[in-house]
């Protein structure tokens, strides 16, 4: 699976943007798939997962009832649609294929394959 993520850029506090990422194969329906971040001098940390059929998902607390996750499967793309938009929210944002766990896992070595990465950036 390759991952392809885009959508990054620099918004204003309280702004939003649209992550994208596109995967290539035919294995993207199952994958469950996730959004982490890492920010300057920060480990990298889970954002949102959403489950193959796209009926389950998880968020960090940091972003509840303001990032939405949610997938295309016929399109074999991911997206993180982040509204209401933080400076600590800051940071390089990947995308992550895992083929092989049944639940949304939350720590990274769990996914086998990542995207390149994206740069949100939010000023106050």
């Known amino acids: 699976v390759q991952l392809q993520a885009s959508g990054?850029?620099?918004v204003q506090a309280g702004g939003s943007l649209r992550l994208s990422c596109?995967?290539?194969?035919?294995?993207?329906s199952s994958c469950n798939m996730a959004w982490f971040r890492q920010a300057p001098g920060k480990e990298r940390e889970i954002v949102a997962g959403i489950k193959r059929s796209g009926g389950s998902t998880y968020y960090v607390d940091s972003v509840k009832g303001r990032f939405t996750i949610s997938r295309?499967?016929?399109?074999?793309t991911v997206y993180l649609q982040?509204?209401?938009?933080k400076?600590?929210?800051?940071?390089?944002?990947?995308?992550?294929?895992?083929?092989?766990?049944?639940?949304?896992?939350?720590?990274?070595?769990?996914?086998?394959?990542?995207?390149?990465?994206?740069?949100?950036?939010?000023?106050?």
């Open 8 to 10: 990054g850029g620099l």
């Open 22 to 28: 596109a995967a290539s194969g035919r294995t993207f």
């Open 72 to 76: 295309d499967n016929a399109k074999n």
């Open 82 to 85: 982040m509204n209401s938009l």
């Open 87 to 124: 400076p600590e929210d800051t940071a390089v944002y990947y995308c992550a294929a895992d083929l092989s766990s049944n639940w949304i896992a939350i720590i990274a070595r769990y996914y086998a394959y990542w995207g390149q990465g994206t740069l949100v950036t939010v000023s106050s």
